[in-house]
C-alpha cells in the first residue's frame, strides 16, 4: 500500500513545527515500505539543512542507494545528494553528478540537473553538452529545448539558433511564464523592442520573480521607458533584493538604485 505509516506522518508533522530532532527520529523509525525511500530523503534533507551535518546526510543517502531496487529513487538520492552539496562544495557536487551519470547512463533528470548546475559555474558548452543528451534522447522535451534556447539568448551571441529552440518549447507551452520569459528576452537580444515587452509584460503577470522582472525593467529602460523601469526596479530590490540576475542588471544599467 502507499499509505505512509504513523511514523512518516509524525516525521511531517515536526517537519513544519521546525522541530528537526523529533522529525529525524520519527523518520528513522519508518518501516521498509511504501514511505520508507521518502522518510531517508527527508533525514538526508534535515541533517544538512538544520545539523548542518552533510557528511552524515550523503551517507545515509549513499546507503538509501543501496538499498533500493527502483531506479527513480535512487536518481532521486543522487539528486538530493548533489543538492545539498551545491552552496557548500561546488567541486564535490560535481563529482556527485559525474558518478551518478556514470552509473545510471543517460538519465534525463539527472543530465537537466547537471546542465543547470554547470551554468552555475558559467560553464554554457558543458550545459550544452548535457541538453543535447537530453535532446537526443526526446527531441521534443521542452524543458531542455527553453533551458538551451535561454542559455545561448543570453550567455552567447548565437540569438537566431536561440530562437529556434525557444519557440520549439513556446509551441508546446504557450501559457508558461517561463517559456514566455524567454521567448521576451531572446526577441530583446535580437533587437526587437517591442515584441520583447509584449512577451514580457505577460511574463511578469504570470511568474513574480527577480530575474523575470529583472528582464522586463532591462528592456523597459534600453526603451526609454526609465522611470517605468525605475518603478519596477525599485520593487524589485524590496522584493526580491538577493536574487543575482537582478542585482546584474541593476549594477549594469542603473547602480545608484542600490544601498
Given amino acids: ?62 546507503e538509501l542507494r543501496r538499498q533500493v531496487d527502483d531506479a527513480d529513487q535512487r536518481v532521486d538520492a543522487w539528486l538530493l545528494e548533489a543538492e545539498l552539496l551545491t552552496p557548500v562544495d561546488r567541486k564535490a557536487a560535481a563529482q556527485v553528478y559525474d558518478e551518478a551519470l556514470a ?49 545561448l539568448a543570453d550567455r552567447t551571441d548565437r540569438h537566431q539558433e536561440a530562437l529556434g529552440y525557444i519557440e520549439r518549447a513556446y509551441a508546446k507551452r504557450p501559457d508558461d511564464g517561463a517559456f514566455i520569459d524567454s521567448m521576451g528576452w531572446v526577441q530583446y537580444r535580437l533587437g526587437n523592442l517591442d515584441e520583447a515587452l509584449k512577451y514580457l509584460r505577460r511574463a511578469w503577470e504570470l511568474v513574480q520573480d527577480g530575474e523575470v522582472g529583472s528582464h522586463l525593467a532591462e528592456v523597459l529602460w534600453v526603451s526609454g521607458r526609465k522611470d517605468e523601469a525605475r518603478t519596477l526596479w525599485q520593487e524589485l530590490l524590496q522584493r526580491f533584493g538577493d536574487n543575482a540576475a537582478l542585482l546584474e542588471s541593476v549594477r549594469r544599467l542603473q547602480p545608484d538604485l542600490l544601498p
Fill in 103 to 151: 552509473q545510471n547512463g543517460q538519465d534525463v533528470r539527472l543530465l537537466y540537473s547537471r546542465a543547470l548546475f554547470r551554468i552555475g559555474d558559467d560553464d554554457v558548452a558543458g550545459l550544452e553538452r548535457d541538453l543535447r543528451s537530453i535532446l537526443a534522447l526526446d527531441p521534443e522535451n521542452v524543458q531542455a529545448l527553453n533551458a538551451l534556447g535561454y542559455t
Fill in 1 to 62: 500500500s502507499e499509505v505512509p505509516t504513523r511514523a512518516f506522518l509524525l516525521g511531517q508533522l515536526y517537519e513544519l513545527r521546525e522541530e528537526p530532532d523529533l522529525a529525524l527520529s520519527w523518520y528513522a523509525q519508518e518501516p521498509s515500505g511504501a514511505a520508507w525511500a521518502e522518510a531517508q530523503l527527508r533525514r538526508g534533507v534535515l541533517l544538512a539543512r538544520d545539523k548542518q551535518d552533510v557528511p552524515g546526510a550523503r551517507l545515509l543517502l549513499a
